[in-house]
């Protein structure tokens, strides 16, 4: 059964400042169901091999293989969920009604209300989006990256402006996602939370991968 096939990738930006190689030649192959977290000090290279990984930057070298096809098509069936450190809520809708217009994009979607339940929004399904607190607005892009109901869940930084309180939340519906069978691969800067929920942690440096293994092994790293 095919999972995600990172292969070669290699990835520069041009910058005023001359060539930036974000992503220096990467390998990584993933099976359905792994939860794998992606550690590294800020610029290793996570977010641009999770971009190239959802096919929203393109490779200047290699390719990304997810379920035997493309991230495009992957994401286009609803395969794939993201949570992204960027990329603000559309405004002007309550949480509700967004949540229920990003379902209407895809084949098979999870029910509006479940996705409520699960990421704990209930008392905030008529709020304006851009009324939403931090934490707040982490939950709804959470429920958002769930509604298509995706055999993967991509997650940069997901906690990140998350109370402790939150974060536990969070994890214990993470939790529930791993137990179902799902593919989960996430960026986070918190060791402990690679420790806790990971099988597998890839660190990175410099834009390559420096070790691989199990999260126990790669934590002694860090
Ligand atoms: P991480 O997610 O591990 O912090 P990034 O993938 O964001 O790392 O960044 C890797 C390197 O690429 C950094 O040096 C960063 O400054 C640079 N970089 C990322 N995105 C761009 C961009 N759009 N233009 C120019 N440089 C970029
Ligand atoms: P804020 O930082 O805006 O106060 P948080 O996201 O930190 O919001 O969480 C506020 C409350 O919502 C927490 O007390 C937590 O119990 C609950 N919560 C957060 N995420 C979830 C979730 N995924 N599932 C259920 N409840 C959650």
Redesign the pocket.
């Known amino acids: 059964q095919a999972g995600i096939d990172l292969h070669g990738l290699t990835k520069t930006f041009r910058t005023p400042n001359g060539p930036v190689r974000a992503v220096r030649g990467i390998d990584v192959a993933i099976a359905p169901g792994e939860t794998v977290a992606l550690l590294g000090p800020n610029g290793a290279g996570k977010s641009t091999t999770i971009d190239m990984l959802l096919g929203l930057a393109r490779p200047d070298a290699g390719s990304v293989s997810l379920f035997g096809g493309t991230p495009e098509d992957a994401v286009a069936a609803g395969r794939v969920g993201a949570m992204l450190q960027t990329g603000s809520l559309l405004r002007d809708l309550n949480v509700r009604e967004l949540i229920a217009m990003m379902a209407s994009l895809y084949p098979d979607p999870l029910d509006v209300d479940e996705v409520v339940e699960?990421?704990?929004l209930g008392a905030l399904v008529g709020q304006r989006t851009q009324k939403?607190?931090?934490?707040?607005t982490?939950?709804v892009r959470?429920a958002v990256a769930l509604v298509s109901n995706p055999d993967l869940l991509v997650l940069d930084e997901p906690t990140v402006?998350?109370?402790v309180?939150?974060?536990?939340?969070?994890w214990?519906?993470m939790r529930g996602f791993a137990s179902r069978g799902k593919t989960i691969v996430f960026a986070t800067h918190y060791l402990e939370e690679a420790d806790d929920f990971a099988d597998r942690a890839v660190l990175m440096a410099h834009g390559r991968v420096v070790a691989d293994g199990p999260t126990t092994e790669i934590k002694a790293r860090v």
Request: charged share 25%.
């Open positions: 699960l990421t704990g939403l607190s931090g934490g707040e982490q939950r959470f402006a998350m109370d309180e939150g974060r536990h939340a969070f214990q519906t």
